[in-house]
């Protein structure tokens, strides 16, 4: 199966799953963690997710992710987020992203894979994240800053464009 990236003559569309894995051992938002991945090309961190593929589901794509990139089959649980996210990468082309994120519940003794390969071959490296840590790092989406904080209710619709986030009424 294929994924879900298509180029056009003004860019690139890619339809992507997501899942927010957050660690929350106390009621204490300062000790929760937010799992996301780094390599060694970019200087941002990012979430765990990728392209849809032909024929999947969001939730099922959003599993094969999480399965992929920690190493762990997790239950997927509910839509927290859809974003659409406009930008143009390092070597000038124009993407347009549209990524539904879904809660992952983790258990105590979950750790994940130190290690996976990404888009591109890229190795990446997986992180537990703390809220005082995104404050001083460049990481996307934005919207899982809030993630740290509390699980939010219903679903949240957020557009990054040109670096700014913005959560338009739906």
Do not use: K
């Not at 990139?69 to 992203?97: C, K, N, S, Y």
């Amino acid at each position: 199966m294929s994924d879900l990236r298509f180029p056009s003559t003004d860019g690139i569309f890619e339809l992507r799953a997501a899942g927010i894995i957050v660690r929350r051992p106390t009621a204490d938002p300062a000790d929760s963690r937010l799992l996301m991945i780094t390599n060694a090309q970019d200087a941002y961190a990012y979430s765990i997710g990728g392209a849809v593929m032909f024929g999947e589901t969001m939730r099922e794509a959003a599993a094969r992710e999480v399965l992929e990139e920690t190493g762990t089959p997790l239950p997927i649980g509910d839509l927290a987020a859809v974003e659409q996210t406009m930008f143009t990468d390092g070597d000038g082309r124009p993407w347009h992203v549209v990524t539904h994120h879904y809660w992952v519940d983790v258990p105590d003794d979950f750790v994940p894979a130190e290690r996976s390969v990404g888009f591109e071959a890229a190795e990446e490296t997986l992180h537990w994240l703390s809220a005082h840590d995104l404050e001083h790092m460049t990481f996307y989406p934005a919207c899982y800053a809030d993630a740290t904080v509390a699980r939010w209710s219903g679903v949240r619709y957020f557009m990054e464009r040109g670096g700014q986030v913005t959560e338009p009424e739906t």
